[in-house]
């Protein structure tokens, strides 16, 4: 079992719909959760991070973590296509190490 | 964009050379991590160093190894290269390393592996 787990996707919504990205982690002592975009050839840019259970909006942006079922999601709210990227889902599983999931792929389609 | 910066922003070495790459991290951090990213693949990460001491490390061997400076700049050192460490390589700087800090990306280095 990965211990951070993405669907590699390619997910694709249409123009002004609500995109959903999930990642499961393996690592019950984890203690934050963070949502990166990464456009192809570019370096991660962090979107969310959230540390407790329940949901963190920021813009056009929901993070959700449910440590019980060990889950966070990313929803984006009127999906445009500069939204088009790779999102990475990474966990702090602690003594400072931070893993990465493979990413999901979203496509935005006008 | 983040006042994370590494050079070079490309590379092109031979299969058993030894490579350095570099990072300067954002005004006021004090703790840099470095991250192996293959293609189609998330992030890996290699180490971190918290006021020039390594301060946690991933799977990686001994070939990769590192250093920070005074000024919390900090280098990746890869021996005896692989065909397989061809890779963007990143850095991330943050403020102290704590499980709850965000950390900065660098544009990485593109290294690739003859």
């Known amino acids: 079992q990965k211990e951070v787990e993405q669907n590699s996707g390619p997910l694709s919504v249409p123009e002004g719909a609500i995109a959903s990205l999930n990642c499961t982690y393996s690592?019950?002592?984890?203690?934050?959760f963070f949502w990166y975009r990464q456009y192809s050839g570019k370096s991660p840019e962090l979107i969310m991070s959230?540390?407790?259970?329940g949901d963190k909006e920021d813009g056009r942006f929901t993070a959700q973590l449910n440590k019980a079922s060990q889950y966070v999601s990313l929803l984006i709210r009127d999906s445009q296509p500069s939204d088009s990227a790779t999102y990475l889902c990474?966990?702090?599983?602690?003594?400072?190490?931070?893993?990465f999931g493979t990413g999901t792929k979203l496509q935005v389609i006008p | 964009e983040t006042g994370v910066t590494q050079s070079p922003t490309h590379l092109i070495k031979t299969r058993g050379q030894q490579v350095t790459l570099r990072c300067s991290s954002q005004?006021?951090?004090?703790?840099v991590s470095w991250y192996q990213q293959a293609l189609g693949q998330g992030p890996q990460f290699i180490f971190q160093?918290?006021?020039?001491?390594?301060?946690g490390r991933g799977n990686f061997p001994p070939r990769f190894s590192g250093l920070q400076f005074p000024n919390y700049s900090s280098e990746l050192n890869v021996n005896a290269l692989e065909l397989d460490d061809s890779a963007l390589y990143l850095c991330?700087?943050?403020?102290?390393?704590?499980?709850?800090?965000?950390?900065?990306f660098g544009p990485g280095t593109r290294l690739t592996v003859l």
């Open positions: 991330a700087s943050s403020l102290a390393g704590g499980a709850t800090d965000t950390q900065d």
């Open positions: 690592d019950r002592g984890s203690q934050s």
């Open positions: 959230i540390y407790s259970n």
């Open positions: 990474a966990v702090n599983q602690g003594y400072q190490k931070v893993t």
């Open positions: 005004s006021g951090h004090n703790t």
């Open positions: 160093y918290y006021r020039e001491e390594e301060n």
